[in-house]
């Protein structure tokens, strides 16, 4: 099985750092890159630093910035998604000296130079955007590495693209659920479907919240359109804190049902 990725989802080794150190230091780092460029740019970014059921920081963190061009430029990489390299010619070499007798049907057309091409060397540009690094509580000094976030094929394999809470509180909506949702759903656009025989018109997610026997569970569908979305935005929703308290979170899931 292969591996799945998707633009946006970001993964990252951050120690012992809460959510909001963690989005300072990016914040900074965008900024200062941002007015450089001499830009107005506005982008939106989550982080979710990764605990146990202890809270207990596991030391990394999962993130999503809907601008692709920082999102890549984040990775190390030019905002069109290209390596950050450039070549140059060899500043060691030397063109040879050596001289070869050429002869050619026959006849004999002398003595001529080998010439050779100045070969090249690979040399790679520093990432556009500097995150500043921090130190843990030894006083040692760390920076945050990016990386993509990377889904294993098996993992999602059959599984509808939907996420699923038992424990909704009392006090939140299906309209809360559905704004922090529709925030990683690029799709848009208002879809036709036939129920009843009724056309009826759907814009992703759909959140919908049953109550049965005192227990409030919700259930996400996101659009077919974005294959897989499911399983990266529970890398951001696992654990959704919805207050100031710990305890004050809602815990999703992705689907285990089969298409």
């Not at 001289?99 to 050779?116: F, I, K, N, R, S």
């Not at 500043?132 to 394999?157: C, N, P, Q, R, W």
């Not at 659920?177 to 009826?200: A, E, G, M, P, Y």
Request: with cysteine; hydrophobic share 35%; net charge neutral.
């Amino acid at each position: 099985m292969g591996e799945l990725k998707k633009d946006g989802f970001l993964y990252m080794f951050t120690g012992q750092l809460e959510n909001d150190e963690i989005s300072s230091l990016i914040r900074k780092g965008l900024s200062a890159y941002i007015k450089e460029k001499r830009e107005k740019r506005s982008y939106k970014l989550f982080i979710n630093s990764v605990e146990d059921k202890d809270y207990t920081k596991k030391g990394f963190a999962y993130g999503w910035i809907n601008d692709i061009g920082l999102f890549n430029a984040l990775l190390g990489k030019n905002e069109d998604g290209s390596s950050r390299v450039r070549y140059e010619d060899d500043p060691n070499w030397e063109e040879p000296e050596d001289e070869v007798e050429l002869t050619l049907g026959g006849m004999d057309w002398g003595v001529v130079a080998l010439q050779e091409e100045c070969p090249k060397i690979r040399i790679e540009e520093p990432p556009l955007i500097k995150i500043d690094s921090y130190f843990d509580k030894e006083g040692i000094e760390h920076t945050i590495d990016f990386f993509e976030t990377v889904i294993k094929e098996s993992h999602v394999l059959g599984r509808k693209n939907e996420l699923y809470s038992t424990n909704i509180p009392l006090c939140i909506s299906e309209n809360f659920l559905r704004n922090v949702f529709k925030t990683f759903s690029s799709d848009k656009t208002i879809h036709i479907k036939k129920v009843n025989k009724k056309t009826v018109k759907i814009e992703y997610p759909l959140v919908k919240i049953i109550e049965k026997g005192g227990q409030r569970t919700c259930l996400v569908e996101f659009s077919p359109i974005e294959k897989n979305l499911a399983a990266f935005v529970n890398t951001m929703t696992k654990k959704l804190k919805y207050g100031d308290k710990k305890s004050e979170i809602i815990h999703f899931s992705h689907s285990k049902k089969r298409i």
